[in-house]
């Protein structure tokens, strides 16, 4: 099969006459002033219709539609560009129906308040990255005969601009209907900070209301920012990314900084598909896949028009990389400039990423330095037996000569190791002198490993990946089939995992028993970006067997929920923020609007549950049942790529219900009366929603008297015990009296008269009658004079009981 | 009289049924034939062309069990299973959302949804000959809908949007093959039906889905005929133009395109005499269901395939119409011009059908003066397309994707939960297109702009793929153009309701807004026995120039959101104005509907506060629900 995808690639390559790997050669000389002047007429009629488009009451399309004519003007640019190449162009047919898409959807758009429809504009929106997925997937088609049969030494720049027009194209959206969250508007702060004021101090920012730039809300310094002694107050975060965004700041304010950011993602884009050849040369086609899978899904989707370190941590990791394998082939001083720049940088973006410049330094002695070692070794054994032979030693040259080479590596090693410690101590004296503290807002004992419970190493490192909120595969489940793919590369031994272990492991180690090791309020698997382009080029191995049946309908499967959760994503993208309560937006929406625990059957290791395990066994399963064997190939079963797709899709279709069904007919057990498929007519939850590390206490529903919790409840026998796990708050001397109901039917009640804490009381058994909610009630013996003088009673769970 | 025409048909390796093989070995698209016939010194080879370009070759019958076996050997078994699994599956993620949801409307919903999403799914996978990732993705999106929108009508729009879309799909596939499949055809028209008439599935009896797939059969066999007869483009045109008519395949609709397909069979002298006797005396036969419209289809038969005097006698028959003691004389124009925007590349073809041609105008002028139903234009309308031949290119191009947004959005405002009967109007309306003898010169003008822009942008033969583009791109800012922005929207997602406990809802506007019209979505509950015109609330703007009050009346601005329930019905003396939205009611046997009324504001002003009221004297259980407020520039 790799032989047959190397030689299409190369039979495509030669009918286009296209030679060379770029593409260039062969094709009809490229004009370049037709792109300037397209991109030119687009920024233009953008301008033009910035200005003339209606300003609509909250008319959340007007600057999306305003960027339209320049990603049209984009767009006609990578066509002519691969016309010129003599790739195959997009059929007339299909660029018609897309035009006349984008002109319904744009008009639609405009007319949105008037359609009568409440979600008119989410799925508008839905409607627009519709057509741009569909134009993206077949422009990558198309561009695989540039990647030749082998995968070239610099990818064309095509694999930069695509992605950023598709991630450039996004911002508007994403921006105005998400404003900067999280550490971004800090980092904006700081950008801002250095243009205008030329220094860090944020207090004067702050005091004036800077923020309101790009910000529709009064930001305040982060709890336990670091403070001068004049009253400055200085950004946990550090100086390197705000000073990169300073200039496109400047020049044209967030919306500057947001399009570089997806400038670097784009960039970290093509790197990655630069790295590859040093993994999988010969394979052009899988790696293509994985590169557009990487490059246009979650997560690195929603982080491309976000302003974190993460991206540019990525960056600096796959250059970093990527020297490292420059410089253990060649070892030139243009490979170990190349590696320098990264491992001088990380720690400037970030204090915990000197952890991946201290990899990248390791990875290099191991690749670089030990083999020439161990030759250095092999030699001197060898060169006594040449001598005993009587054979006069050949004439060596200086670069021939072992002791030289090895030389020739130790040397930029310790340059190198050199450089990372003087940066790591140049950050530690600043810090020291500045703040007063070596670590910024950290301390010491943080860096201890030893002083976690392995449970919290298993919780985060599992969390990272299978949590239903935060995790890599919960955001986009086509992410799954790089566990066999992994499973592959282990029996191989590929040097790909050993790059990843030196890179990954010692990040993780790191990360993953931090109590936010979910990343805090930010998208999924922030923590995990670091390395996911290694894992994104782990995908190349699961494609190659993309032609068998299991592996085509699962990677349908994965695929149509991943398009699905996708477009949710970019379309509402607050939905990417997910409080660690164990739950997450998604399920919440589902399970208040159906009445359904559905939360209790995906993995939380934020609150962790039975269902934490499925995460592991389902990927055990999927990397299973990935070498079904393949159905034979005359049969008349035979599984064709349409009825593949098909059948995924028919599977992603029965299993999602299957789920849901499972859900609403297992036995209901723990109920966390706090989510939101139990129905509350009043109380609040306790303790509120933005208290700081909010995952260190019990979630609960604080009920006042005379409101009730409705649970709904899937029987699991005739007669059931509950357990009540609360705690009581005397706002006066009255008791609380807790009433229990199966429905309507009264089962009994409890008095809660001293204030107490935490306790756990069992109630029953009592009968049971399927169907019927569970209804808790508090009251009291008479209406308190005013609100506050309700009792109060904080419900964490219940837990009941069947016999 | 026509003579048939000898059809090219080449023996497939197989069972020697298909004509040619599916498009992507031979990819061939609509009017292709025209823009080779004018290419100088290229030859026509094949395709829906004009009658004179078909070429010439041995007739093969088809055979049905051929065909099924053919078909069997090109679809692996997996496929088959896969595309009746995708359309379960689909339906299974309805069904169960509707099983666990908590609101009853919604649930009964997703159940009316899920069946329509399984029944149209189903037809658009048949129309292809493989699944593709464009279906299996649009299955996996139908799925999702419910999961991911909470409640009506969202649903139902997005619903019908994503199966028009697929729907079309299916159709550009099936018009870029030489002749397409009988089960393609077949499959598209039920397809079609199921989602304009999908209203008729919400509590169906046998009758009404023996009569939806009836009349979509009938429709498809028709149009096999009058494209083996009179080209595909023709064919094709005329099904669209009767679907957009309808909408979909009603009786008049379906018999508009049966009767001229059967009167073309008829005078085939190489069919037998028995045979065209029997279709002769069928022409006859609507005159049972209805004379007057059995008439008017007898003559667009006749028209369509008798002898040039008898077209001359059609034609005189529709003038004689006009001239008829009860005609609407000028409102008759309306027909003609009708014809015109639904079919203007009639004004670019050369004069070889002229009679056929007058004789569906005059035809349709003496409906139009006789019968304000514009349904009843479809069969002049049939006639009128089935003279199309295709001859220039560009034309031919911007006539396919006219006829394709037409029917498209035809389809998708029939459809649930927009659920117009009318909804050709409405379309033009929606696209700035002016209303009346407007339209027709409008449609005109844009086909002028766009063949004209072609010609100026684009050299030979790339004009026909440049021109669809440039009618989309001219629609756009005229479309725009007519609709007034938005100044304020007091009431957008949140419903408000009065009644006698809380009669009067009030909002103050931060700053002044410029206001022309009023834009208001409602209904009544608990009002089918409030009379007709009744004055039910009020609207009172305050502007600086003082209050203007608008009010809102039952049975015209706005009505009983039961109105299609039996016994609301049959009130005596009930009235509901045309309907905006429906939904599903929670015990899903009828739609619920929601009224949008248009107040102007006059003269226009700058609105400091909006406040609405309650009429006084009202019967107290009335409810009046506010959906949507929008102050209009």
């Known amino acids: 099969m790799r032989h047959r995808v190397a030689a299409s690639g190369a039979r495509a390559q030669e009918e286009r006459g296209s030679a060379g790997a770029h593409g260039s050669q062969g094709a009809s000389a490229p004009r370049r002033h037709v792109y300037l002047v397209a991109i030119a007429a687009g920024v233009a009629l953008a301008a033009i219709a910035r200005s003339a488009l209606p300003a609509e009451h909250g008319d959340p399309f007007r600057t999306t539609l305003a960027m339209l004519p320049i990603v049209l003007a984009a767009a006609y640019a990578i066509e002519r560009w691969m016309r010129e190449r003599r790739l195959r162009p997009l059929a007339a047919r299909e660029a018609t129906a897309l035009l006349a898409g984008t002109a319904a959807l744009a008009t639609a758009a405009l007319g949105a308040p008037r359609l009568g429809l409440a979600a008119a504009d989410p799925l508008l929106a839905v409607g627009l990255l519709l057509v741009l997925a569909y134009w993206v997937a077949r422009v990558v088609v198309r561009l695989r005969p540039l990647l030749g049969a082998r995968l070239p030494e610099r990818p064309p720049a095509i694999f930069f601009w695509l992605p950023f027009v598709v991630y450039a194209s996004l911002v508007p959206w994403t921006t105005q209907h998400r404003p900067p969250d999280g550490d971004e508007p800090y980092n904006l702060l700081v950008a801002h900070s250095l243009v205008f004021d030329r220094d860090a101090n944020l207090e004067n920012n702050y005091r004036r209301g800077d923020a309101a730039r790009f910000l529709d809300r009064p930001l305040e310094p982060q709890l336990g920012d670091p403070r001068g002694p004049d009253g400055q107050i200085y950004s946990r975060h550090n100086l390197l990314l705000p000073l990169a965004l300073a200039l496109p700041y400047a020049v044209a304010g967030h919306w500057g900084a947001l399009l570089a950011m997806a400038a670097a993602t784009a960039a970290l884009a093509w790197a990655t598909l630069r790295l590859a050849r040093r993994y999988f040369p010969d394979r052009p086609g899988e790696v293509l896949a994985a590169w557009s899978v990487f490059s246009f899904t979650p997560p690195l989707l929603l982080y491309s028009s976000q302003i974190w370190v993460e991206v540019p941590a990525a960056l600096l990791v796959v250059v970093g990389l990527d020297r490292v394998h420059a410089a253990a082939v060649g070892g030139s001083r243009r490979a170990l400039l190349g590696l320098a720049v990264p491992i001088l940088l990380l720690p400037l973006v970030k204090i915990r990423l000197t952890l991946l410049a201290l990899s990248l330094l390791a990875l290099f002695v191991w690749r670089s330095v030990v083999p020439a070692g161990r030759h250095r070794l092999s030699e001197a054994h060898a060169e006594p037996a040449r001598d005993a032979g009587g054979g006069a030693p050949a004439a060596t040259t200086a670069s021939e000569n072992p002791p030289a080479r090895v030389r020739a590596r130790v040397l930029p090693a310790l340059a190198l190791a050199a450089l990372l410690a003087s940066t790591a101590a140049g950050i530690l004296v600043h810090n020291q002198v500045r703040f007063g503290n070596p670590l910024k807002v950290h301390s010491l004992a943080e860096l201890d490993l030893t002083t976690h419970p392995v449970e919290r190493y298993l919780r985060g490192l599992a969390g990272l990946f299978f949590d239903g909120a935060f995790g890599l595969f919960a955001c986009a489940p086509i992410w799954l089939v790089a566990l066999p793919a992994i499973g592959v590369l282990l029996v191989k031994r590929h040097r790909l995992l050993a790059d990843a272990a030196f890179v990954a492991l010692p990040y993780l180690a790191f990360v993953a028993p931090r109590g936010e090791w979910y990343g805090g309020w930010s998208p999924p698997f922030r923590y995990g970006l670091a390395f996911l382009p290694l894992l994104g080029i782990a995908l190349a191995q699961a494609f190659v067997d993309r032609r068998r049946t299991a592996p085509r309908v699962l990677c349908a499967a994965l695929g149509g929920a991943t398009l699905v959760l996708g477009l949710l994503w970019v379309s509402a993208p607050g939905w990417t923020y997910n409080f660690a309560n164990g739950t997450s937006r998604v399920l919440d929406h589902v399970g208040m609007h159906l ?67 499972a859900a609403a007919r297992l036995p209901t057990r723990t109920v966390e009366v706090e989510d939101a498929f139990v129905a509350k007519t009043g109380g609040e939850l306790n303790p509120p929603m933005w208290t700081i590390d909010r995952w260190r206490y019990r979630g609960a529903w604080l009920l006042p008297e005379g409101e009730r919790i409705v649970v709904p409840v899937a029987a699991g026998g005739d ?42 009381m069992r109630l029953g058994p009592f009968p049971w009658t399927a169907g019927a909610p569970l209804v808790l009630e508090a009251s009291g013996p008479g209406e308190p004079a005013e609100d506050l003088q309700r009792n109060r009673l904080v419900v964490d769970r219940l837990r009941l009981w069947w016999r | 009289m026509q003579q048939r025409r000898p059809i090219a048909r080449r023996p497939s390796a197989g069972t020697g049924v298909y004509l040619t093989k599916p498009s992507r070995d031979r990819p061939h698209r609509l009017g292709e034939d025209a823009i080779r016939a004018h290419s100088p010194g290229v030859v026509p080879a094949t395709g829906i062309a004009s009658r004179a370009a078909a070429p010439v070759g041995p007739t093969v019958p088809p055979s049905p069990r051929a065909h099924a076996a053919d078909r069997a050997a090109a679809t692996p078994l997996a496929e088959r299973i896969a595309r009746i699994a995708l359309p379960v599956a689909c339906a299974a993620s309805w069904w169960t959302i509707a099983a666990l949801h908590r609101e009853p409307p919604v649930a009964a919903e997703a159940r009316y949804l899920g069946l329509l999403c399984a029944a149209v799914l189903y037809a658009a996978l048949q129309a292809r000959l493989r699944t593709g990732s464009l279906y299996a993705t649009g299955a996996v999106l139908l799925a999702a809908i419910p999961w991911a929108l909470p409640g009506t009508p969202d649903r139902g729009a997005a619903v019908g949007v994503l199966l028009a879309a697929l729907l079309a799909i299916a159709a550009a596939g099936a018009a870029s093959v030489d002749r397409p499949r009988a089960s393609t055809v077949c499959a598209l028209a039920l397809g079609a039906q199921l989602l304009a008439r999908g209203g008729d599935l919400l509590s169906p009896t046998a009758f009404d889905v023996i009569a939806l797939v009836g009349l979509a059969a009938a429709a498809a066999a028709a149009t096999l005929v009058l494209a083996e007869r009179r080209g595909v483009l023709a064919a094709v045109l005329a099904a669209a133009t009767a679907f957009a008519l309808g909408p979909g395949f009603t009786p008049m609709s379906a018999l508009a395109l049966a009767v001229p397909a059967a009167a073309t069979l008829a005078a085939d002298r190489e069919r037998p005499a028995a045979l065209r006797t029997v279709l002769g005396a069928a022409l006859f036969l609507p005159l049972a269901w209805d004379f007057e419209r059995g008439v008017l289809l007898a003559l667009c038969a006749v028209a369509l395939a008798g002898a040039p005097w008898a077209r001359l006698v059609a034609g005189l028959a529709g003038v004689v119409a006009y001239f008829a003691p009860e005609a609407q004389r000028f409102a008759a124009f309306e027909g003609p011009l009708w014809l015109l925007v639904l079919l203007p590349i009639v004004s670019s073809e050369p004069s070889r059908e002229r009679r056929a041609r007058w004789a569906a105008l005059a035809i349709a002028l003496g409906t139009a003066a006789l019968s304000p139903d514009r349904a009843a234009l479809v069969a002049p309308a049939v006639l009128l397309a089935a003279t199309v031949a295709g001859t220039h290119p560009v034309w031919v191009r911007l006539q396919a994707t006219w006829t394709g947004v037409l029917a498209g959005t035809v389809a998708v405002l029939a459809a649930y939960p927009w659920l117009r009967s009318s909804p050709l109007p409405e379309v033009t309306a929606l696209l700035g297109l002016g209303r009346g003898w407007q339209t027709a010169v409008v449609v005109l003008l844009l086909f002028g702009a766009a063949a004209l822009a072609s010609r100026l942008l684009a050299p030979g033969e790339r004009r026909a793929q440049l021109a669809p583009r440039a009618l989309a791109i001219l629609l756009v800012p005229l479309a725009l153009a007519q609709h007034a922005g938005t100044s304020a929207l007091p009431i957008s997602r949140q419903p408000v309701e009065l009644d006698s406990r809380r009669a009067v809802w009030s909002e103050r506007f931060a700053e002044p807004v410029r206001v022309s019209a009023i834009t208001l979505d409602s209904t009544l509950s608990n009002a089918a026995t409030v009379p007709a015109d009744t004055l039910v609330a009020e609207i009172l703007l305050r502007t600086a120039g003082g209050d203007r009050v608008l009010p809102i009346r039952a049975g015209t601005d706005t009505g009983e959101w039961a109105a299609r329930r039996a016994d609301v019905e049959a009130v005596p003396g009930f009235v509901a104005p045309p309907a905006f939205l429906g939904w599903v009611e929670a015990g899903g046997g009828f739609f619920g509907q929601r009224y949008r009324a248009r107040l102007a504001v006059e003269p226009t002003g700058r609105a400091t506060a909006i406040e609405l009221r309650l009429a006084p004297g009202i019967p107290p259980d009335l409810v009046l629900t506010i959906f949507h407020l929008e102050l209009s520039r």
Do not use: K, N
């Open chain 1, 719 to 760: 007669l059931v015990e509950i357990e009540i796990e609360a705690r009581y708050l005397r706002r006066r001397h009255p008791p609380l009296t807790l009433a229990l109901y199966a429905g309507d039917r009264p089962l009994g009640t409890h008095d809660f008269e001293q204030e107490s804490d935490w306790s756990s």
């Open chain 1, 595 to 661: 009445g359904v625990d559905l939360a209790r059957l995906f993995p939380s290791y934020v609150r962790p549950r039975p269902a934490a395990l499925w995460g592991p066994l389902a990927a055990a399963a999927i990397a299973a049942s990935w070498w079904i064997p393949a159905l034979r190939r005359r049969s008349r079963a035979r599984v064709t790529a349409p009825a593949g797709l098909a059948l995924g899709a028919t599977l992603l279709l029965v299993g999602a219900p299957a789920i849901l069904v």
